[in-house]
């Protein structure tokens, strides 16, 4: 069993920074992933980290602005956020899946991962 903790949310400003946090227990994993959900929408996949050899993909709507990493000795998952938007509102959700092989665009599919978190919200104002 994986347990998944995410931390860093909150509110911030346009234009602005934040750093999410993804606490991983449990088990070894070999994908991760963030998501993003708005009120009203489906749930997004923006950022993986994927793969044995930990190759990245990201969603066009972030790309070049969020950043994902991790630090295995903390076990522990990131998303640097910069140049936030208000469309980059809404809860976001750390998730992984211990096994198997993922193509860049199933890295970002909610499917393709067996665990997730709690969520963190994410607010930005104009």
């Known amino acids: 069993q994986v347990q998944l903790v995410e931390s860093g949310g909150g509110s911030v400003q346009a234009g602005g920074s934040l750093r999410l946090s993804c606490r991983l227990s449990g088990a070894t994993v070999v994908n991760k992933a963030w998501f993003r959900q708005a009120p009203g929408k489906e749930r997004e996949g923006i950022a993986s980290?994927?793969?044995?050899?930990?190759?990245?993909n990201y969603a066009d709507s972030v790309k070049g602005r969020f950043v994902i990493s991790q630090d295995k000795a903390k076990s522990t998952m990131y998303l640097q956020m910069d140049s936030v938007d208000p469309d980059d509102t809404g809860m976001y959700y750390c998730?992984?899946?211990?096994?198997?092989?993922?193509?860049?665009?199933?890295?970002?599919?909610?499917?393709?991962?067996?665990?997730w978190g709690q969520g963190t919200q994410v607010t930005v104002s104009s």
């Open positions: 980290l994927y793969g044995t050899g930990g190759a990245t």
């Open positions: 998730a992984a899946s211990r096994w198997g092989y993922l193509t860049a665009a199933q890295s970002l599919l909610p499917a393709s991962y067996d665990y």
